[in-house]
């Protein structure tokens, strides 16, 4: 079955950067699109990030300019850096396969929990 299981959040001051981890197992992962997405407390789950299986990204607009998403298949992992964090950047942070269904998938990993705060 699918595992997801996602590394290196961490607390940060604003202005910071970390680079979050997501090792993928149980799926083809090279032939799959890929997502970081994100939950801070009390607000839905929102999509930070994609990348498709040829490599191209998208970003939401909040993110756009400071994150960037990669993936190595060979590894079958997807990383996001983020640069210049900001305290609303504060949540936990998943991955995915990316379709347009994303809402409705039934599994997730454990998440890795990024705080921004001075």
């Known amino acids: 079955q699918v595992q997801l299981v996602e590394s290196g959040g961490d607390l940060v001051q604003p202005g910071g950067s970390l680079t979050l981890s997501c090792a993928a197992s149980g799926i083809i992962f090279s032939n799959n699109p890929m997502g970081w997405y994100r939950q801070a407390p009390g607000k839905q789950r929102e999509l930070v990030a994609t990348?498709?299986?040829?490599?191209?990204?998208y970003f939401a607009y909040s993110v756009k300019g400071r994150f960037t998403i990669s993936r190595d298949n060979d590894k079958n992992t997807v990383y996001l850096s983020m640069n210049s964090l900001k305290p609303e950047d504060t949540a936990v942070y998943y991955c995915?396969?990316?379709?347009?269904?994303?809402?409705?998938?039934?599994?997730w990993g454990q998440g890795t929990q990024v705080t921004v705060s001075s």
């Open positions: 995915n396969r990316y379709g347009i269904n994303w809402r409705g998938y039934d599994y």
């Open positions: 990348i498709t299986t040829s490599g191209s990204t």
